[in-house]
């Protein structure tokens, strides 16, 4: 590299350098005191302000927000050899952005924020494709899967640390703990035995009947998908903003 490519490209680095270091916190985020006997009740009331800023992805002006309306999960297959093998596509899931915060609890010292929302109303549909032999049926088919779940809820811990750059503090979300409760779910599936309809509705039957069979399976795989969006977009908040920024002291 000569000099003159080496000069323009130290100054480039400089210049992002300042800009990612002395930014501020995104002008939509309410600040809470590191003080504040109610904290917790500040910190729910800054995230639900959120609320229209998640339903529209536009949280930070360059930043392309995993879309929550609808919020698309990625492709799984579950598979215990031939007797159990369960795979969804396309799954899609609406009305999610209406929660409330029913519970939340921080800890300034451990730096983890445990909350718990509920969804009144949540519609999920995809394609699914499965074979699962119960112990007096085979269940089989190929279709489309309509989920409505009913003041469902979901528990999300953020595990966060404190990182030390350039003499400044910032916090860095590690991991999200989610834990998902369908609440009251009614499961519809199409096409269930190459669509017999007198098959199709005892098969859903049995399938609701037997709905934390499937849960248990499916819904590891969900809530892992949900923390991976959880913490990405936990960070990006807070990327440009120091400790004390976002929690004055
Ligand atoms: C979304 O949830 C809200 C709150 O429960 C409800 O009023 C609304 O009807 C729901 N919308 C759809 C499309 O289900
Ligand atoms: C942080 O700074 C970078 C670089 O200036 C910028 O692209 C990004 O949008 C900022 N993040 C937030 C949350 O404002």
Redesign the pocket.
């Known amino acids: 590299m000569n000099l003159q490519n080496y000069l323009r490209s130290s100054i480039i680095i400089f210049i ?1 350098h300042i ?2 270091t002395s ?1 501020k916190l ?1 002008p939509y985020i309410k600040i809470c005191s590191q003080n504040d006997p109610n904290i917790e009740q500040c910190i729910v009331d800054s995230v639900m302000s959120l609320q229209p800023l998640l339903r529209s992805g536009k949280l ?4 392309q927000m995993p879309s929550i309306e609808p919020f698309t999960y990625d492709d799984l297959t579950i598979d215990h050899g031939p007797g159990f093998r369960i795979e969804l596509k396309d799954l899609k899931s609406w009305n999610g952005s209406n929660f409330e915060i029913v519970n939340a609890k921080v800890n300034l010292e451990k730096l983890t924020f445990d909350f718990t929302v509920t969804m009144p109303n949540v519609k999920m549909i995809g394609k699914y494709k499965m074979t699962v032999k119960l112990p007096l049926i085979e269940l089989s088919g190929n279709g489309e899967l309509i989920n409505l779940l009913k003041n469902s809820r979901m528990r999300i811990k953020l595990y966060a640390s404190k990182v030390e750059e350039e003499g400044k503090s910032f916090i860095k979300f590690n991991k999200a703990n989610v834990r998902f409760h369908k609440g009251d779910s009614q499961i519809t599936l199409t096409n269930l035995f190459n669509g017999d309809p007198t098959l199709t509705r005892i098969g859903n039957q049995i399938v609701n009947d037997n709905q934390d069979l499937f849960a248990a399976e499916v819904m590891p795989v969900l809530e892992a998908q949900f923390s991976k969006i959880f913490m990405e977009v936990a960070n ?2 807070v ?2 903003s120091t400790f004390d920024e976002i929690m004055p002291p």
């Open positions: 992002l800009s990612s930014g995104p930070v002006e360059d930043y990006k908040i990327e440009n």
